[in-house]
């Protein structure tokens, strides 16, 4: 990947007029609230302009996560962050399947090979798994993604970083309900309270959903609990202290289907799925905190401190339930210093971070929907992970900063086998690597930021994948090897008081990319393999904007060719083939209006290309376009406000599908959409 030089002083050159002629208009501008607030960012382990970062970063507001949506999927807001592809919306069974340049395509549920962050506490597991039912949109302030490879950050994950930020308390105490109801039973209830108490802040959030669902045998409940506390300690220090919890009885999985039975019923659930009552239950705590101290001027450390439990239990769609109790527990040490060193500017961030996974994973028989007491599996695995990190930005010039990253990692993998029916498969796996960067940023104007990267990044199989063996065996599979990745970005990102743009354009060389796949023995059933390697290219552009005081817009538009290089099984040579489950052409558009009056509404479109959904390339998923649209009214009574809210999903009642299986076995790809639907609700909030 390269620019011409030619190329690079007409860009340079048109930005320079451009500049000019916005720094001027700006000038007769005196209205403080025609500017778009800065934007910086602490998903790079330190806070940061967002123009800095030699790398590409998007950022959602409270606002698009919050105001008129039904704050159930992540997808609601992350759609405005190019690169990003989320499927899997409607099936809770399944969780939302997040990509981020094609990374995590490959999850048969849950995210993979996504680092997910609440409140700087990992979401995700040692092994690279990561799971969304907990959580909480009601009181998430902010969402931050870093695109691309992250390694050197974080450790074990190829695609990129979400951090989601909670809300903290206000300074005047407050308490907040807002029901909201749905099409197809959607009915949801939340509570809210926080404040300021001295040196103590905090907030408490409580919601409960129920809804039936589009599909038959789609229906899904839970409760959720989330809170934050803060308290200052003097001057210097802080503690914040954070506890989660969710109790999901019920998620039922409808299953996917072939093509003809999309066109015959678009509401029908897979007939395997319901004689069986394919579906899960899970319950989940979790509890961290975070100690801050400034040590001296420019000095900073912090402690983390985390634990977790899981309880899981699942009915698959064959003669086969999954029950597992999870325990994890980590932490870590971070040292920053910012200051000046031979006279130039300079931060440094180094640490170490712990993590340990333990599941105790059984696997029972399953006739006609009720999970029997015939173990067909029994067995403790354990992963425990160590990395070691230096991350170091230097101001090289007052237009040019250079940042250097270098991280190990080291991920030990254990089984204890306790089923000894077919022999004793319990056995171990190591994985380590090295993970370097170097990012540069040149700012030749004010409002321009070209910026480079060469960063790797690696990925192992989680638990899941590595005991699941097409042999039928239980232990680990040996011949499943983690995927390395090296990424090759460049871009281009600033703004004036009334926009903001970043472009990237960015070519990923990856070795043994991991592929899920299906056997016909044991349908329904996802294993794993390598690619003996890939390449993803591609080009990702965002934009947000004031049109006028009052109406914003936002763009966020990703073109994507990602292909296999070398990758032959024993039956077939995918050579050259796209790789599936990732459309060539994304594209996501939102203009949103609010009026002092307290009249605010939003309109977005999204569109998604058509794309194979097989490694062979045979079969695609179609393209398709839906449009959105919500409304609200705030209005204040004293310290009462109350602001009722509606909105309207796939306005025009598009068909489509909200996700596909990659490799399914018996051509059964798809999970349809819903049509048009409808949800409204009201908040009713009180001050003290």
Not at 135 to 164: C, F, K, M, Q
Not at 281 to 296: D, E, F
Not at 624 to 636: G, P, W
Request: include cysteine; proline fraction near 4%; glycine fraction near 10%.
């Amino acid at each position: 990947m390269f620019f011409r030089p030619g190329l690079l002083i007409i860009v340079i050159f048109c930005f320079s007029a451009f500049n000019q002629i916005t720094e001027a208009a700006d000038e007769e501008t005196t209205e403080s609230t025609v500017q778009l607030p800065p934007i910086t960012v602490t998903a790079t382990r330190s806070e940061m302009p967002i123009d800095a970062i030699p790398a590409a970063v998007g950022t959602v507001d409270k606002t698009a996560i919050q105001l008129g949506r039904q704050t159930i999927g992540l997808d609601e807001s992350l759609n405005r962050i190019p690169g990003l592809f989320v499927q899997n919306r409607y099936n809770y069974a399944q969780d939302l399947r997040i990509s981020i340049r094609g990374f995590g395509a490959r999850a048969a549920f849950g995210v993979r090979g996504i680092k997910l962050l609440v409140d700087g506490i990992p979401e995700t597991t040692p092994d690279g798994q990561s799971q969304v039912d907990n959580i909480d949109l009601g009181s998430t302030e902010r969402i931050e993604v870093i695109r691309g490879a992250t390694s050197s950050l974080y450790g074990n994950a190829s695609g990129g970083v979400i951090s989601l930020i909670t809300e903290s308390g206000p300074e005047k105490p407050f308490v907040e309900f807002r029901p909201t109801i749905g099409a197809f039973g959607l009915a949801k209830y939340q509570l809210k309270t926080g404040g300021q108490s001295g040196n103590l802040n905090y907030l408490l959030n409580f919601s409960r959903m129920e809804i039936s669902g589009f599909r038959e045998h789609s229906r899904t409940e839970n409760l959720l609990l989330n809170s934050k506390v803060r308290f200052t300690i003097d001057s210097a220090s802080d503690l914040t202290m954070v506890v989660n919890f969710v109790n999901s009885p019920t998620a039922m999985d409808p299953g996917s289907l072939t093509r003809e039975q999309v066109d015959a019923d678009r509401n029908q659930a897979a007939a395997r799925n319901v004689s069986l009552d394919a579906g899960e239950s899970v319950m989940q705590g979790r509890i961290g905190s975070i100690y801050r101290r400034r040590l001296s001027e420019g000095h900073e450390v912090s402690v983390t401190l985390y634990g977790l439990f899981r309880d899981f239990s699942q009915a698959l769609p064959l003669d086969r339930a999954v029950d597992f109790d999870r325990f994890s527990a980590g932490g870590g040490v971070k040292y920053s210093f910012q200051g000046n060193l031979f006279g130039l500017k300079n931060r440094l961030t180094t640490g170490i971070d712990l993590q340990y996974q333990d599941d105790d994973r059984r696997n029972f028989d399953n006739p006609e929907g009720k999970p029997g007491e015939t173990l067909q599996l029994h067995q403790n695995e354990e992963v425990t992970s160590l990395g070691v990190f230096l991350y170091h930005e230097s101001q090289l010039h007052e237009a040019i900063r250079l940042t250097l990253g270098l991280r190990y990692d080291r991920l030990h993998f254990a089984v204890a086998d306790f089923l000894f029916t077919n022999g004793d498969d319990s056995g171990k796996r190591t994985f380590d690597s090295v993970s370097p960067l170097l990012g540069l940023v040149w700012s030749p104007l004010s409002n321009l930021n070209l910026y480079g990267n060469i960063s790797t990044a690696f990925e192992t199989p989680t638990t899941t994948e590595l005991a699941n063996r097409p042999t039928g065996e239980g232990g680990f599979n040996p011949d499943l090897d983690a995927q390395h990745a090296t990424n090759y970005e460049v871009g281009l990102k600033g703004g004036l008081k009334r926009f903001h743009y970043d472009l990237a354009l960015f070519s990923i060389s990856v070795k043994d990319e991991l592929i899920p796949f299906e056997v016909p023995t044991v349908a329904g059933r996802r294993f794993f393999r390598n690619a003996g390697s890939s390449t993803h290219n591609g080009l990702e552009f965002g934009f947000q904007g004031i049109v006028f005081e009052g109406l914003t817009a936002s763009v966020a538009y990703t073109y994507s060719n990602f292909r296999f290089n070398d990758f032959k099984t024993e039956d077939a040579i995918f050579d050259d083939n796209y790789i599936p489950g990732i459309p060539p052409h994304q594209l996501h558009a939102e203009l949103f209006y609010r009026h002092l009056l307290g009249i605010s509404g939003g309109l977005e479109l999204t569109f998604v290309d058509d794309f194979f959904v097989d490694d062979a390339n045979t079969e695609q998923n179609d393209s398709y376009a839906v449009i959105n649209f919500r409304l609200s009214y705030a209005r204040t009574i004293g310290r009462w406000q109350v602001a009722p809210f509606i909105g309207l999903n796939n306005l025009l009642d598009r068909a489509y599908n909200a996700s596909v299986r990659v490799n399914a076995f018996g051509q059964r790809y798809f999970e349809p959409a819903p049509g048009r639907s409808i949800h409204a609700g009201t908040t009713i909030y009180r001050s003290f």
